[in-house]
């Protein structure tokens, strides 16, 4: 797997967009402070390769986790920190696992329930300590601090999908700023500015929701109004091709909606773009 450096202007610290091994669309971001604390954002999918990717990072980092934050309950983001709690030995220390997911009888009737549920219980039998983010909470991890912009308010009134729960974060690096949404979806747009406005919003460089397609709207990009955009989309999903295909010859002709975000980010003015089929890449 090709690892690419890029300066973001970060001012201390890096913030690794860790690439799929897998044909599948993941997020999976690790954060390195300044003072050598680790900070992991979702992790990816549930399978052994993206797993496998993920562990080898935290090795490297002594197996040590300060914060971990979780967007949302689809396996795409939360599936390989179960793979690796699931495993006989599970040897990963996690001071602070953070999270806001829909009750279990909610998540009864989403997809992924099983997951969820099994998610949930390997969390109580690894003894993890729990956080549960409200807006306006802030986390520090020595000289870079998770600010929470947005949770997810009345399930019932607009989360017709996992993705429209998605919380809302920035990390504040020395520097610059970073602004997490997850899967956060159009679904949920008028009640989070009728809940928060859109003034924390502003952010240059933007984790694309929903892996950069069938997301948020172009209205709700204009509120953001990013210059560096980071896609968690495999090759496949940024040309548009046909589900996990990567056949040159369906570029463009599958159902996403990629090329039409891509073009929304022209027009707004975005810089630069990063892409999980540019590798790892770890922005600085």
């Known amino acids: 797997m090709e690892t690419k450096y890029i300066d973001l202007g970060l001012g201390g610290g890096r913030l690794i967009q860790v690439a799929n091994r897998t044909l599948t669309q993941m997020m999976s971001y690790v954060i390195d402070t300044p003072e050598g604390g680790v900070i992991v954002i979702d992790g990816g999918t549930y399978t052994q390769e993206d797993s496998a990717a993920l562990y080898e990072l935290l090795a490297a980092r002594g197996k040590r986790v300060d914060w971990w934050f979780v967007t949302h309950a689809h396996s795409d983001h939360l599936g390989a920190m179960l793979y690796l709690m699931e495993r006989d030995r599970f040897d990963i220390e996690i001071e602070n696992l953070c999270f806001n997911f829909p009750s279990l009888e909610w998540l009864a009737f989403k997809e992924e329930f099983g997951m969820n549920w099994r998610f949930l219980e390997q969390v109580k039998k690894r003894n993890i300590h729990t956080v549960t983010p409200d807006a306006g909470d802030i986390y520090t991890c020595g000289s870079v601090t998770v600010e929470m912009i947005g ?3 009345d399930y019932a009134s607009y989360a017709k999908t996992m993705n429209a729960t998605s919380i809302i974060f920035k990390v504040h690096f020395p520097q610059r700023d970073v602004l997490f949404m997850g ?3 159009v679904h949920a747009e008028a009640d989070f ?7 924390k919003l502003r952010c240059d460089i933007l984790q694309m929701p929903h ?3 069938g997301g948020i709207s172009r209205d709700f990009y204009a509120l953001i109004m990013p210059k560096i955009c980071l896609y968690t989309a495999p090759q496949w999903l940024w040309e548009n091709n046909k589900y996990r295909c990567t056949d040159p010859a369906t570029v463009g002709k599958g159902p996403f909606t990629t ?3 891509r073009r929304w980010m022209e027009e707004l003015g975005v810089r ?3 892409t999980l089929a540019d590798g790892d890449c770890v922005f600085e």
């Open 193 to 199: 500015l009728a809940r928060y406005g859109a003034a």
């Open 151 to 153: 949770v997810p308010g």
């Open 211 to 213: 892996h950069g397609q």
């Open 183 to 185: 899967d956060f979806d």
């Open 259 to 261: 090329l039409d975000t």
């Open 272 to 274: 630069a773009s990063y």
